[in-house]
């Protein structure tokens, strides 16, 4: 079964960066789009955005451009998604999800905590 | 970016009940709609897309209407597991956007 299993909690000081990771299994990873979304503490959805494992070609929300970044490595069906410069306002939990129209499966999520 | 008004905010209902939930797009986004149910400590999960294709395994009592800049999802016959945050997502034009969410509670 699809299966998408995202790295642990991160705690992380003002100004650094983090890197998370989204673990595929059940289907042919380089045939989906995966999708990286932000859900702050008590609020909606942000799409982020999205990257194709196959060709590495990305789409992004414009307000994450230059925040966020994406890739993947194929050979263990993994994508990542780094994220600098960190400040309060990017305390959240980040899922990804494996998108064909709609994210389809997604990962249980990733909450960071950006705090000195 | 497409605006996604979603509503109710918060709705209560017995079970068996039916309840409807809206979403409203700033500019016509086609049938380009998904909705998704958000539960505690479960995957959040694909309900609708393409404003009314059922996702595969999604029960029969979810249904999705609409087009353009009006979308409805109903859950029929509500049961007690349907409880939780419901979104709804334009999946039409890049960034893709989402509604403000609705909490569904039983009574």
């Known amino acids: 079964q699809v299966k998408l299993l995202q790295s642990g909690a991160a705690l992380v000081k003002p100004g650094a960066s983090v890197k998370m990771s989204c673990k595929a299994s059940?289907?042919?990873?380089?045939?989906?789009?995966v999708s990286w979304v932000k859900q702050s503490h008590g609020k909606s959805l942000e799409w982020i955005g999205e990257i194709y494992p196959n060709s590495g070609a990305t789409n992004f929300n414009e307000k994450f451009k230059g925040k966020a970044t994406l890739t993947v490595d194929k050979s263990t069906s993994t994508a990542y998604m780094e994220l600098s410069r960190l400040t309060s306002e990017d305390s959240a939990i980040y899922y990804c999800g494996r998108t064909t129209v709609a994210v389809d499966y997604w990962g249980q999520g990733v909450m960071v905590t950006v705090s000195s | 970016d497409v605006q996604m008004t979603q509503s109710p905010y918060n709705l209560a209902a017995s079970p068996g009940e039916s309840v409807s939930i809206n979403c409203k797009a700033s500019?016509?986004?086609?049938?380009?709609l998904a909705w998704y149910q958000q539960k505690p400590g479960k995957a959040n999960k694909l309900l609708i897309y393409d404003g009314s294709t059922l996702q595969s395994g999604i029960p029969s009592r979810f249904s999705g209407s609409g087009s353009g800049t009006d979308f409805t999802l109903t859950i029929r016959s509500l049961e007690p597991e349907d409880f939780g945050l419901y979104y709804c997502?334009?999946?039409?034009?890049?960034?893709?956007?989402f509604g403000s969410g609705t909490k569904l509670e039983i009574k």
């Open positions: 997502q334009q999946h039409n034009e890049y960034p893709f956007t």
């Open positions: 500019k016509s986004i086609s049938k380009y």
């Open positions: 059940g289907y042919t990873f380089t045939d989906y789009w």
